[in-house]
């Protein structure tokens, strides 16, 4: 039989999809699942994007400039003016998704076996990415006491090489929903001006923060407009995730010229996601406001609901819509498997992903989940009273 490739081999599973078919066998079972597991909100794509696609007229579905239409990014070019971000088309590059502008940026900065630092827990494709790219991912642990706020500058320090091309940060952050202030940003650009890195900011929860928090972007740190990548993406601010659409922006134009050639090479980004994208972004403030609100009241029922649990923990965060949460148990993908599995509670069980999986030292995340609170308060609530139950008899419990 042929061999597989190396990098097949170590290309990690998501622990956000690989418990699906036992959620599948679960569901065919006749078992209620409250999917927790997965970033997908319940939240309406805004109507005004869904009518672009319902109404589009054009005769031939063809291919667009390979840095995406001109005319999506203008729009784009408008919609950063309103969060006080200063570009201009030619700064920007459409990819399908925020996954695809992650995979340029690594490939135009980094060869392989160089390195990016990131603080951990961090989303789980990010490795990835890493593997696909050929690249090493060097991790830099939060810890749940912080609330998994930005380590020291010492931790960053003492892991950088001569290997050391970038830091990548998720603000706010996914899987922990931590919103990093401007005194911890700006951390960060004294460190990638220092040793003349790339700060690469995946900022696709830029609209979702609670509490009177407000967030910080890359792009306003002084000093180092060329270093910034900023990474976004309409999956998340439009509850568009199938539209498959993002894009890499950054003021350093040898940079975007070496992912112009990545682009080139798979032509063009998706038309339909490019059409609902550039009419999504004329969607009412009102409907942030009412999203952000829902939101707070999830996020909220969560965090109260896991603390009141006994031997769980479950930090506040500010941004996204995520939590993870330290759960006494043995090893979080056993867990999560065994929920689909071996338990139910009246007919209902809960997904999670094991935040094993959103690591990269091993062993990290074995007492933690990452819970996605885009369920209606009323299913989370359900949710939280069948782990409390679950955990009374798991088998592997602390």
Known sequence: MPAISQKGRMMPESPIRKLVPYAEAARARGVKIYPLNIGQPDIETPEVAL???HNFKDKVIAYSHSAGAISLRQKLVEYYKTVKIKLSPDEIIVAAGASEAL???????????????????FYANYNGFATNAGIRVKPIISSIESGFALPPIEE????????????????PNNPTGYLYSKEEMETLRDI???????????????????????HYSAMYLDGIEENVILIDSVS?????CGARLGWMASKNKELMATAMKFAQARLSPPTFGQVLAEAAVDTPD??????????????????????????????????????VARLPIDDSDRFCQWLLEDFTYEGQTVMFAPASGFYSTPGKGKDEVRISYVLKVDDLNASVKVLDEALKVYPGRK
């Open 103 to 121: 995979l340029f940026a690594f490939q135009s900065i980094m060869d392989p076996d160089d390195e990016v630092i990131i603080p951990e827990p």
């Open 286 to 323: 009102s409907y942030f406001a009412e999203v952000t609100e829902e939101y707070l009241a999830r996020r909220n029922a969560v965090v109260e609901g896991i603390n009141n649990i006994e031997g769980a923990y479950c930090p506040k965060p500010e941004g996204a819509f995520y939590v």
């Open 236 to 240: 998340k601010r439009y509850s568009a």
């Open 192 to 214: 990638v001006k220092k040793y003349n890195l790339f700060l690469i900011a995946d900022e696709v929860y830029r609209e979702f923060t609670y509490d009177g928090k407000t």
């Open 156 to 171: 960053f320090e003492k892991n950088i090489t001569d290997k050391t091309k970038a830091i990548l940060v998720c603000n």
């Open 51 to 53: 009518n672009a696609v």
